[in-house]
């Protein structure tokens, strides 16, 4: 069959198949995924020209070309003037690019293209990413975590990466094991003037007996960026045996994370790091005059029972004002607007009887507000906070009536 196609044809048919037999091939490029800032960037480009002569090899940054290697021209190398592109010249050529002093305006892509020599003229081309790393100038750090806990009390502290580009990855580990999502909370990284980020990382568990290994518990916090940064700073703690004394009730980081939301949406974002840490970790209380094992009802029924030894209505109304304020603390809870009393307060209520009505309406008012609270306080372990109120009322119980004392006298 061969014999009936033009002699021209074949001859045409054979040249195609030597130029694509020997064509370039396999073109890559090795681009780092991150660099520090002011440091080398070292960029490769790879290729098989199966025979074929080179004829050019082109680098660019996005669209624009800022380097050019043609080795039948002279010089053969060219550079070309790019913000953030600093090629080093001595130690590039037609197979490497070598970047001095990177920082933030070299982040970006980058594109290698190779042309081959007649007859093919083939070309083609490889891109990959490169980012710029300002990593931070500290060790993460750790807050929050004390160096004694007893089994059964609850961990909670914050481990801080500062002032990096981007934002550091955060990982915990408890005595080298990863630790369980759901002890852990990201909040949003915080920029500041510099655009340089913060970012804060949250850790929430109860200690158990399996915890502690001879005593001791390791909890270890990881900041990581690319693999350019990899810092992590450790916590060790003691396993605290002692025994509780019987009239003391310790709370220990027990409150919901409600109370104490590291993340305020409405922060500007280049708003310094504030300590977040500063929250209530620890309420002593003495139980003595209550007992610690009775239920949170009766430690009420005990408040209630102070009532009617309240003979005077200013002491009353300052008495509310105060156990309203240290719920507002305690819980989170809005500011809430108290009622004007008369000046007819001040007198005894015994000597009015429409004193004694006043008297009547502030008494149920508190016990509904108590009532109330009941909840939010059971979910505190309230028996330390309820033994708090109940020394508070009896000092200004005494108080009050040393004063009318004098006043009588």
Same mark, same amino acid.
């Given at each position: 069959?061969?014999?009936?196609?033009?002699? +021209?044809?074949?001859?045409?048919?054979?040249?195609?198949?030597?130029?694509?037999?020997?064509?370039?091939?396999? %073109?890559?490029?090795? %681009?780092?995924?991150?660099?520090?800032?002011?440091?080398?960037?070292?960029?490769?480009?790879?290729?098989?020209?199966?025979?074929?002569?080179?004829?050019?090899?082109?680098?660019?940054?996005?669209?624009?070309?800022?380097?050019?290697?043609?080795?039948?021209?002279?010089?053969?190398? @060219?550079?070309?003037?790019?913000?953030?592109?600093?090629?080093?010249?001595?130690?590039?050529?037609?197979?490497?690019?070598?970047?001095?002093?990177?920082?933030?305006?070299?982040? #970006?892509? *980058?594109?290698?293209?190779?042309?081959?020599?007649?007859?093919?003229? +083939?070309?083609?081309?490889?891109?990959? !990413?490169?980012?710029?790393?300002?990593?931070?100038?500290?060790?993460?750090?750790?807050?929050?975590? @004390?160096?004694?806990?007893? %089994?059964?009390?609850?961990?909670? #502290?914050?481990?801080?990466?500062?002032?990096?580009?981007?934002?550091?990855?955060?990982?915990?580990?408890?005595?080298?094991?990863?630790?369980?999502?759901?002890?852990?909370?990201?909040?949003?990284?915080? @920029?500041?003037?510099?655009?340089?980020?913060?970012?804060?990382?949250?850790?929430?568990?109860?200690?158990?007996?399996?915890?502690?290994?001879?005593?001791?518990?390791?909890?270890?916090?990881?900041?990581?960026?690319? !693999?350019? *940064?990899?810092?992590?700073?450790?916590?060790?703690?003691?396993? !605290?045996?002692?025994?509780?004394?019987?009239?003391?009730?310790?709370?220990?980081?027990?409150?919901?994370?409600?109370?104490?939301?590291?993340?305020?949406?409405?922060?500007?974002?280049?708003?310094?790091?504030?300590?977040?840490?500063?929250?209530?970790? +620890?309420?002593?209380?003495?139980?003595?005059?209550?007992?610690?094992?009775?239920?949170?009802?009766?430690?009420?029924?005990?408040?209630?029972?102070?009532?009617?030894?309240?003979?005077?209505?200013?002491?009353?109304? *300052?008495?509310?004002?105060?156990?309203?304020?240290?719920?507002?603390?305690?819980?989170?809870?809005?500011?809430?607007?108290?009622?004007?009393?008369?000046?007819?307060?001040? /007198?005894?209520?015994?000597?009015?009887?429409?004193?004694?009505?006043?008297?009547?309406?502030?008494?149920?008012?508190?016990?509904?507000?108590?009532? /109330?609270?009941?909840?939010?306080?059971?979910?505190?372990?309230?028996?330390?906070?309820?033994?708090?109120?109940?020394?508070?009322?009896?000092?200004?119980?005494?108080?009050?009536?040393?004063?009318?004392?004098?006043?009588?006298?």
């Amino acid at each position: 069959m061969c014999e009936n196609f033009p002699a +021209h044809l074949i001859t045409l048919i054979k040249l195609t198949h030597l130029v694509f037999a020997n064509a370039l091939r396999d %073109v890559r490029v090795q %681009v780092p995924a991150a660099v520090r800032r002011g440091e080398k960037a070292i960029l490769k480009c790879l290729y098989d020209l199966e025979g074929d002569n080179l004829y050019s090899v082109k680098w660019y940054k996005g669209r624009r070309e800022f380097y050019s290697y043609t080795p039948k021209e002279t010089p053969a190398m @060219k550079v070309f003037q790019f913000s953030g592109v600093k090629v080093e010249r001595s130690s590039s050529n037609e197979s490497q690019l070598v970047l001095d002093t990177v920082n933030a305006a070299t982040t #970006g892509k *980058y594109s290698c293209e190779v042309s081959a020599d007649a007859p093919s003229f +083939h070309t083609l081309i490889s891109a990959g !990413d490169l980012e710029v790393v300002v990593v931070p100038g500290k060790e993460p750090i750790i807050t929050g975590i @004390k160096s004694r806990y007893h %089994v059964g009390d609850i961990i909670r #502290g914050n481990c801080t990466s500062a002032h990096s580009r981007p934002a550091a990855n955060i990982t915990w580990t408890i005595n080298g094991y990863e630790t369980n999502p759901s002890y852990v909370r990201q909040h949003k990284p915080i @920029k500041d003037l510099r655009d340089l980020e913060t970012v804060i990382s949250g850790i929430h568990f109860v200690v158990t007996p399996q915890h502690f290994i001879r005593g001791k518990l390791k909890i270890r916090c990881t900041a990581h960026i690319h !693999d350019v *940064y990899w810092k992590s700073t450790e916590k060790s703690i003691e396993e !605290d045996r002692q025994v509780a004394r019987p009239n003391e009730v310790n709370l220990i980081n027990s409150f919901s994370d409600d109370y104490f939301d590291l993340e305020d949406e409405d922060d500007n974002e280049n708003d310094d790091v504030r300590d977040r840490s500063a929250h209530i970790t +620890h309420i002593k209380g003495d139980m003595s005059s209550l007992n610690a094992n009775g239920s949170t009802a009766a430690h009420f029924a005990t408040c209630l029972r102070l009532w009617p030894h309240l003979t005077t209505l200013p002491f009353l109304w *300052y008495a509310l004002q105060e156990i309203l304020q240290l719920l507002r603390q305690l819980f989170g809870q809005q500011q809430i607007t108290n009622a004007k009393i008369d000046n007819g307060l001040n /007198r005894k209520v015994n000597k009015h009887s429409k004193h004694n009505i006043h008297y009547q309406q502030q008494k149920q008012q508190v016990e509904q507000h108590i009532s /109330r609270t009941t909840a939010k306080a059971t979910a505190a372990n309230s028996q330390a906070t309820l033994s708090y109120l109940l020394k508070w009322l009896q000092r200004k119980q005494k108080h009050s009536q040393a004063n009318n004392n004098k006043k009588e006298n």
